[in-house]
């Protein structure tokens, strides 16, 4: 089992940034990626970006490249997601999960690839 712990969410303006925390504990020793999704009410989860856990790839949505960064501590078993020029678009729980990324980095954005899930935290941009 992974346990998954999520902080840093709140309320923001448009245009301020934001950075959200992950911290995995437990078996990670099966992790290969870490991934942020996010879901907005009435809409459904989306990738928004994820990084192997060994070596330097990293993935990001189109929606949000060149605003979010991501990038991890690995002895801290912890990644960070830095969002920047947040809008009202990017309302929504943030959620980070792992993934043994059985079927390799083309499946790195697809929620069902992911088997542990944190609780989720909620972003919310106001205009």
């Known amino acids: 089992q992974v346990q998954l712990a999520e902080s840093g969410g709140g309320l923001v303006q448009a245009g301020d940034s934001l950075r959200l925390s992950c911290a995995a504990s437990?078996?990670?020793?099966?992790?290969?990626?870490m991934g942020w999704f996010r879901q907005a009410p009435g809409k459904e989860r989306e990738f928004v970006a994820a990084?192997?856990?060994?070596?330097?790839?990293?993935y990001y949505a189109e929606s949000v490249k060149g605003r979010f960064t991501l990038y991890r501590d690995n002895a801290k078993n912890t990644v960070y997601l830095q969002m920047n020029s947040l809008t009202p678009e990017d309302t929504a729980v943030y959620y980070c999960?792992?993934?043994?990324?059985?079927?390799?980095?083309?499946?790195?954005?697809?929620?069902?690839?992911?088997?542990?899930w944190g609780q989720g935290t909620q972003v919310t941009v106001s205009s």
């Open positions: 999960a792992t993934s043994p990324l059985r079927r390799g980095s083309a499946y790195v954005s697809k929620a069902f690839e992911y088997n542990y």
């Open positions: 437990g078996r990670t020793s099966s992790t290969a990626a």
């Open positions: 990084i192997r856990w060994s070596g330097s790839n990293i």
